[in-house]
């Protein structure tokens, strides 16, 4: 029989974004409860950094900004997260004159990792179809190719569509940009199986 787990202490809004903006590493808020978070390797930080060139050229004209892991998302229930890349576009809204906590995202994309897959697939996309704003929700596997695009129709209903060759492009409408795959995991090396010498 295991020793009772301690309960952890609840944390108020007001509490965990003092602490974060004094913090030197990154966490996330989730129902009273803050989260480290882990640091990132070369192949989500490539990932991440193509999506934020080639979405920041698309926009370089337009009254739209990308943003990358830095900026945090606050969602209507007052959970805070650290989305790998957001795009919005419009007058950008945030919760105070700080600036960095954004409310009005419309595309919202994850590099998925196996520690977070599984929250990113499930409570963190619950979490952001909440944002009145969002329409767009993509999840992106660090072994090439493989990208998963939601994309709203309504209140309640999303479109899921797949990509999985070099040569897929993905259109995200909300913000009239196109992404090859090609280019998504442009120096992003596949990872082959060891051969087992007989």
Same mark, same amino acid.
């Given at each position: 029989?295991?020793?009772?787990?301690?309960?952890?202490?609840?944390?108020?809004p007001?509490?965990?974004?003092?602490?974060?903006? @004094?913090?030197? @590493?990154?966490?996330?808020?989730?129902?009273?409860?803050?989260?480290?978070?882990?640091?990132?390797?070369?192949?989500?930080n490539?990932?991440?950094?193509?999506?934020?060139?080639?979405?920041?050229?698309?926009?370089? @004209?337009?009254?739209?900004?990308v943003?990358?892991?830095?900026?945090?998302?606050?969602?209507?229930?007052?959970?805070?997260? &650290?989305?790998?890349?957001?795009?919005?576009?419009?007058?950008?809204?945030?919760?105070?004159?700080?600036?960095?906590?954004?409310?009005?995202?419309?595309?919202?994309?994850?590099?998925?990792?196996?520690?977070?897959?599984?929250?990113?697939?499930?409570?963190?996309?619950?979490?952001?179809?909440?944002?009145?704003?969002?329409?767009?929700?993509?999840?992106?596997?660090?072994?090439? &190719?493989?990208?998963?695009?939601?994309?709203?129709?309504d209140?309640?209903?999303?479109?899921?569509?797949?990509?999985?060759?070099? @040569?897929?492009?993905?259109r995200?409408e909300?913000?009239?940009?196109?992404?090859?795959?090609?280019?998504? &995991?442009f120096?992003?090396?596949?990872?082959?199986?060891?051969?087992?010498?007989?």
């Amino acid at each position: 029989m295991g020793l009772p787990q301690k309960k952890p202490k609840f944390v108020s809004p007001e509490e965990y974004l003092a602490f974060e903006r @004094d913090a030197v @590493d990154k966490h996330e808020y989730f129902n009273g409860e803050i989260f480290a978070m882990a640091g990132a390797g070369k192949r989500h930080n490539l990932i991440a950094a193509n999506l934020i060139r080639l979405i920041g050229n698309q926009l370089v @004209d337009r009254v739209c900004n990308v943003y990358g892991s830095d900026m945090r998302v606050k969602v209507p229930s007052g959970n805070y997260t &650290y989305p790998d890349v957001v795009a919005v576009c419009g007058e950008e809204l945030f919760e105070d004159k700080a600036e960095d906590n954004l409310l009005n995202p419309l595309v919202i994309i994850e590099v998925l990792s196996r520690s977070t897959e599984a929250y990113d697939r499930g409570a963190k996309f619950e979490q952001y179809q909440t944002i009145p704003s969002f329409r767009e929700y993509v999840l992106i596997t660090q072994e090439p &190719y493989r990208v998963e695009q939601f994309v709203r129709q309504d209140v309640n209903a999303w479109t899921y569509l797949e990509f999985r060759t070099a @040569d897929d492009a993905m259109r995200l409408e909300s913000i009239d940009c196109e992404l090859r795959l090609s280019d998504i &995991y442009f120096k992003v090396e596949p990872t082959f199986p060891k051969q087992i010498e007989a």
